[in-house]
């Protein structure tokens, strides 16, 4: 897949509105304006409004309109919301395919996300515990819904998320991947490089991932960012 390369700069200049919530929350040429981690407590941290708005009320209204089970995938002081649809298929006794459609909301200014995963997992016997454990590989990432076989899918949770959030915006891959110098975001690995997609989201991955295959249009939507 051939990807634009698209920098800072190119933010700035093309794309203001994302780089001015980026400034409001992290300081990238001025001190920051609100405050990530009050802004954390106040829609995660605090157990009765992540309830309401997000466990209660997003993930049950998407499950209603597509007809299938959610999970939620927020953990920890992270700057989003998560949300999962997750398909299995067992190959052998020792292997199957998972899919996972993940969302991803930001708890900056309703910026959001839909990916799909294509995950294979092993079991192996674990010498040190004596016990045999399942592997997760992740295979593919797909960044857009064309061609894949569960479009349809992908296409109705970005319909429900657009449909109950306020001033939706999708965050495209090519976008996701512009990196962020002398940016930290809220409770994450040690990277020697951040991006825009790590200051808007901590996603959930599997941690056997370095060979995975990017899928689809890197720009999808992007055309739509005002």
């Not at 954390?40 to 209204?61: A, F, H, M, Q, T």
């Not at 970005?158 to 996701?176: H, K, R, V």
């Amino acid at each position: 897949m051939k990807k634009e390369k698209k920098d800072i700069d190119s933010l700035i200049v093309k794309f203001p509105k994302l780089y001015r919530i980026l400034n409001e929350y992290y300081g990238l040429d001025s001190i920051a304006k609100y405050s990530i981690e009050e802004l954390i407590l106040d829609r995660i941290g605090n157990s009765e409004n992540y309830k309401v708005y997000w466990k209660d009320g997003v993930l049950k209204n998407i499950g209603s309109e597509i007809g299938c089970n959610v999970q939620g995938i927020t953990f920890g002081f992270i700057p989003n919301y998560g949300g999962q649809v997750q398909f299995s298929n067992e190959i052998d006794s020792n292997r199957k395919d998972i899919t996972q459609i993940q969302f991803y909301v930001s708890l900056l200014d309703n910026v959001y996300t839909i990916q799909i995963l294509e995950i294979e997992e092993s079991k192996e016997f674990n010498p040190m515990m004596k016990l045999t454990l399942p592997k997760q590989t992740l295979k593919e990432i797909w960044v857009s819904p064309e061609n894949h076989r569960h479009k349809d899918l992908f296409l109705k949770i970005q319909s429900s998320l657009e449909a109950i959030t306020e001033n939706p915006i999708f965050l495209p891959y090519s976008i996701q991947e512009i990196e962020l110098k002398g940016v930290k975001p809220p409770i994450m690995e040690d990277k020697v490089i951040y991006t825009v997609g790590d200051a808007f989201f901590r996603k959930i991955l599997p941690l056997h991932r370095n060979e995975a295959l990017i899928k689809g249009n890197p720009d999808y939507e992007i055309n739509k960012i005002t």
